[in-house]
């Protein structure tokens, strides 16, 4: 099946900071989703980017199809943007496989 | 729109207990999914439905049941819990359309069993 994994699994940050997450894939794929897992555990969808490249405020992310990765971009840290990061790819309809995540802590 | 909404939010059961948890979504979505987490991981499937009166067999099947009578409502069943069944449930729908596949989670369940 589909590995994913997901780099760095751990990033500390002064707040203001800018950072890179990553997500590497080991098969084709025509699903990928971002969520963010906030400190109460709710899953909260980031982006759903199969290919190219989007913006949602401080946030974007792009996926290179091709080369199998996708990236996702914070600017100006908040620490509200502490939690876990999760990269989710998959085939179709059924199975969305999940990287371990990585967890983003944003300090004041 | 609530979304996609589960019942109970926590729940301690037993070992040997059974329990159902409730998943609905008002977005007449097709898919609906059941996925477990344990700590420090990602989430795994359990059972998928890709709709009414169809379910299917996910990565971690074994000990649970499900059933999808309404198109609304995905069942999330543990017949007889063990304590390797302590976790988070996350249910999740989808649709196709302009966004395939795109799942969208609800809040979980927070399950020990002890």
């Known amino acids: 099946g589909i590995q994913v994994e997901q780099s760095p699994p751990d990033l500390i940050l002064q707040e203001g900071a800018n950072s890179t997450l990553r997500c590497n894939f080991s098969?084709?794929?025509?699903?990928l989703q971002w969520f963010h897992q906030n400190p109460w555990g709710q899953l909260i969808n980031l982006f759903y980017?199969?290919?190219g490249t989007k913006q949602n405020g401080r946030l974007s992310a792009t996926t290179v199809a091709t080369e199998r990765y996708s990236l996702l971009y914070i600017s100006s840290s908040q620490t509200t943007d502490s939690g876990v990061y999760f990269c989710?790819?998959?085939?179709?309809?059924?199975?969305?496989?999940f990287g371990q995540g990585t967890r983003l802590t944003i300090n004041p | 729109n609530a979304g996609v909404t589960q019942t109970p939010k926590f729940r301690v059961l037993k070992t040997g207990q059974s329990m159902t948890l409730l998943c609905a979504q008002d977005?007449?979505?097709?898919?609906m999914y059941w996925y477990r987490q344990d700590p420090g991981m990602g989430l795994r499937l359990i059972h998928y439905?890709?709709?009414?009166?169809?379910?299917a067999k996910g990565e971690v099947p074994d000990g649970y049941n499900v059933s999808r009578l309404k198109k609304q409502n995905f069942l999330l069943g543990l017949e007889s819990a063990a304590p390797s069944q302590t976790s988070v449930y996350f249910c999740?729908?989808?649709?196709?359309?302009?966004?395939?596949?795109?799942?969208?989670f609800g809040p979980g369940t927070r399950l020990t069993v002890t």
């Open positions: 999740a729908s989808s649709r196709p359309g302009l966004a395939l596949y795109e799942q969208y």
């Open positions: 439905s890709v709709g009414e009166g169809t379910t």
């Open positions: 098969d084709s794929v025509n699903n």
């Open positions: 980017i199969p290919s």
């Open positions: 989710a790819v998959a085939e179709g309809a059924q199975k969305l496989v």
């Open positions: 977005m007449n979505h097709e898919y």
